[in-house]
């Protein structure tokens, strides 16, 4: 591990950005950017991945696939296994270096391309300096400590959804990206689906009428828990467990606790309330026109948990009903996944539908003279989320899902846990981003910190 930790003044993306406009001040002469090609290898955004396992890996795949960015090093705490969501694959760091290095080599000369390193300690990858952007895939638990540390370190940043484990962990994230000037994008992909955004087209449009009610479904849990009384396992060679718990309290080791199934358990994410609803809430506020603000009241409608001791903690079938201070209702239950988001108004109703990873929008009842607008204040990205991240890290513009929109949007999520945890009524003001008079349940705004890791 290297000792070199020191977070970066500014980056190499602003260094070559500032050198440019000296350059282009001192130059006699315009040397136009095609005569090196827009994507020559100098130009392209650099990239460490952290964190390449179920999610990790396929993202990492997407950014190779475009030629404006090129990975440069990849960090995972597991050097390389299967284990993940479905045994046929192994992934970590050596897999992922080997994939890159395979992928650049195709397209070398040489047939064989070296220049990927692979890390086990996300600091190793900040304190690069010839790296603009890093790629955060890794259990929830970690992802507020390791943007934070990369905004300080003058690192852009697309970070996974749910986009932190708790609302105060992403009101730090928040703070850490406007401090430091940085671009993040929050991996809600679903900001870059044109079905969507066309739900939230039709929704703004007036083309339902007034707004009533929203359903969200989240999806069951889709694996077994270890029972109470489970025996803890040796830590596998090659997987750096503390460094996976980091800033999570002390546990010992079980494979269900970890890959993939993290998911499952509080210390390390939501359950499948912030894992879909990241996705089904963030459709729902964005057509709602709540990305600044959010509910006022969360309720609890009925939770389900598994036996006490059991490995996986969070609640199994859930169902919580948001108020917002319009007087929409949201129900966010286990219910279809295949459904996503149905939003229902007095004239009609409009619902996202995935089947397999075919998106359908579908409408009933609404106004034909006004659906089908594109109303302006609608946003359209390139429809591809990771490369709208590399435009922006280029353009400075605001991506398809900034870091408030991920905050907003997780918060609901987390609303929803805090009152199916404590079975009660929260009431919230999204102004002040605190809960109202209630300690119990405001305690669950932040979690204990591991100092070691204290952000
Ligand atoms: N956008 C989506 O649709 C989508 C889909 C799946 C998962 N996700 C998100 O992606 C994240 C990862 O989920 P997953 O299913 O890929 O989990 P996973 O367990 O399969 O992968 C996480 C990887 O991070 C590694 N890791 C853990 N701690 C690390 C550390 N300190 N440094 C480096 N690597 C570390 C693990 O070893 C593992 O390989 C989660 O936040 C999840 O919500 C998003």
């Not at 086990?120 to 992802?143: G, M």
């Amino acid at each position: 591990m290297s000792n070199q930790h020191a977070p970066q003044a500014g980056s190499r993306r602003e260094f070559l950005k500032t050198s440019a406009l000296a350059a282009a001040a001192a130059a006699p002469y315009f040397v136009p950017a095609s005569a090196f090609g827009a994507n020559a290898p100098s130009n392209r955004v650099t990239l460490g991945c952290i964190g390449v396992g179920n999610q990790g890996f396929p993202v990492m795949k997407r950014f190779l696939e475009n030629d404006a960015c090129q990975v440069l090093a990849v960090c995972d705490v597991n050097r390389g296994s299967s284990g993940y969501k479905d045994d046929k694959h192994v992934y970590g760091r050596e897999p992922a270096r080997e994939e890159v290095e395979g992928y650049y080599g195709k397209s070398s000369e040489s047939g064989s391309y070296k220049g990927c390193e692979a890390y086990n300690d996300f600091r190793d990858i900040l304190s690069r300096d010839d790296i603009d952007a890093v790629i955060i895939a890794t259990p929830d638990h970690w992802h507020s400590t390791m943007t934070v540390q990369a905004c300080k370190a003058g690192k852009d940043v697309y970070c996974e959804k749910p986009l932190g484990l708790t609302i105060g962990d992403q009101q730090a994230m928040v703070k850490a990206v406007r401090e430091n000037d940085r671009i993040l994008q929050t991996g809600s992909h679903e900001r870059s689906n044109p079905n969507v955004r066309r739900l939230v087209d039709i929704v703004q449009s007036g083309a339902l009428g007034e707004i009533k009610r929203v359903v969200c479904n989240v999806g069951r849990h889709n694996m077994i828990s270890p029972g109470p009384g489970w025996k803890p396992m040796p830590v596998p060679d090659g997987f750096d467990y503390a460094m996976w718990l980091g800033p999570a309290p002390d546990a010992p080791y079980h494979k269900d606790r970890c890959l993939y199934r993290f998911r499952f358990n509080y210390d390390y994410a939501g359950g499948q309330v912030t894992n879909f609803g990241a996705h089904s809430l963030d459709m729902a506020q964005w057509a709602l026109g709540m990305d600044k603000s959010g509910p006022v009241e969360v309720e609890h409608v009925y939770a389900d948990f598994l036996p006490e001791g059991s490995l996986f903690n969070a609640a199994t079938y859930t169902h919580f009903r948001c108020t917002y201070d319009n007087g929409v209702v949201l129900d966010c239950m286990t219910g279809v996944p295949e459904v996503r988001c149905i939003v229902e108004g007095t004239e009609g109703s409009v619902r996202v539908e995935n089947q397999g990873r075919n998106f359908f929008t579908i409408a009933e009842g609404i106004k034909s003279d006004v659906c089908g607008s594109e109303v302006p204040d609608v946003y359209v990205s390139n429809d591809d989320h990771q490369r709208n991240f590399i435009d922006c890290v280029k353009s400075r513009e605001e991506p398809a899902a900034p870091v408030e929109v991920g905050h907003r949007s997780a918060t609901v999520c987390h609303l929803g846990n805090i009152a199916l945890r404590l079975g009660t009524k929260v009431k919230w003001d999204p102004a002040s981003e605190q809960i109202v008079d209630n300690k119990e349940a405001s305690a669950f705004l932040n979690r204990p910190t591991n100092q070691s890791w204290n952000t």
